[in-house]
């Protein structure tokens, strides 16, 4: 059985950092892509990194998210900084099963066949 553990919100002030962790068990994930998403309030959920071989951000967490992999410990991170409030979320983690790395699919929920049951993320200004 496949599960992603979520570790690492909490509440901090603007500008300030924090670090997003994913445990990941049951299967060899770490030889597919896997990524962060995250969901504001009222707001749809909306894809901020992922890892494959190579990393992939969106243009608003640019420069300030570092998403990285620890396949010996089967554990993807997100490391956050300069932290502003509009990054206040639920952050989940995903990942693929199988397959080949698409690059255009990166940024859809569909693409990704497991997910976490998400980490609170509030930064107060």
């Known amino acids: 059985q496949v599960q992603l553990v979520e570790s690492g919100g909490g509440l901090v002030q603007a500008g300030g950092s924090l670090r997003l962790s994913c445990a990941f068990s049951?299967?060899?994930?770490?030889?597919?892509?896997m990524g962060w998403f995250r969901q504001a309030p009222g707001k749809e959920r909306e894809w901020v990194a992922t890892?494959?071989?190579?990393?992939y951000y969106a243009d608003s967490v640019k420069g300030r998210f570092t998403i990285s992999k620890d396949s010996a410990k089967s554990a993807m991170d997100l490391q956050m900084n300069s932290l502003k409030p509009e990054d206040t979320a639920v952050y989940y983690c995903a990942a693929r099963s199988s397959g080949s790395f698409i690059y255009n699919n990166r940024k859809s929920e569909d693409y990704y066949d497991y997910w976490g049951q998400g980490t609170q993320v509030t930064v107060s200004p």
């Open positions: 049951g299967r060899a994930l770490s030889n597919y892509a």
């Open positions: 890892i494959n071989w190579l990393t």
